[in-house]
């Protein structure tokens, strides 16, 4: 016989909603269902444009981006990273804080902390950073400029010597006149 509390359970059980391990025994990424993304994901604010898709003009974002798809055009991301995957195909003018190269990318790449250029990558291009990582097997056409990362510091007023500082803190006195003929002593 059915008790009224177990009825309650069962039908309450079968509208919510599915959670994160029973999607994983169905073998369904969570990340791809819509409405929902994986906590990581949605904690750092990453973006993501897939390998189906093409964009064609400007991209400013103001988050992480991974492209696996084609960008043609120009794209910045000043204070965040672009990883490209290994199915992205950037035509493109990059700036970003730190961008990682699994793909194809051809055009110039501004990073103002580092590029990681991985081993199945290739660029063509050139690079403006203050740190590369470029592994064994990357192809890489292009030049690099290492700039130094700039540390926005107050100016700092320079600090006197000690024995300058003494010098300069007694007053000036008049130099002593010297006879050139000194008196004779008396014997």
Request: no cysteine.
């Amino acid at each position: 016989m059915w008790n009224k509390r177990k009825e309650e359970e069962l039908t309450m059980r079968s509208t919510a909603p599915p959670t994160s391990a029973e999607l994983a025994r169905e073998g369904i990424p969570i990340s791809t269902l819509p409405g929902r993304a994986s906590e990581t994901e949605a904690s750092r604010g990453t973006a993501l444009i897939g390998k189906s898709l093409l964009v064609k003009g400007q991209v400013f974002g103001r988050e992480d981006l991974i492209i696996d798809g084609e960008l043609d055009g120009t794209l910045e991301l000043q204070e965040h990273r672009l990883t490209i995957g290994p199915n992205g195909k950037l035509q493109a003018s990059i700036k970003a804080r730190e961008v990682v190269v699994v793909g194809t990318v051809h055009g110039n790449i501004e990073a103002s902390e580092k590029i990681d250029i991985r081993k199945d990558a290739k660029l063509v291009g050139d690079i403006k950073t203050a740190r590369i990582i470029i592994e064994d097997g990357a192809y890489f056409k292009g030049s690099i400029d290492i700039q130094k990362p700039e540390v926005s510091r107050p100016p700092v007023a320079p600090r006197p010597q000690p024995a300058l500082a003494a010098a300069a803190a007694a007053p000036q006195q008049q130099p002593l006149a010297v006879n050139p003929n000194p008196p004779e002593a008396k014997r």
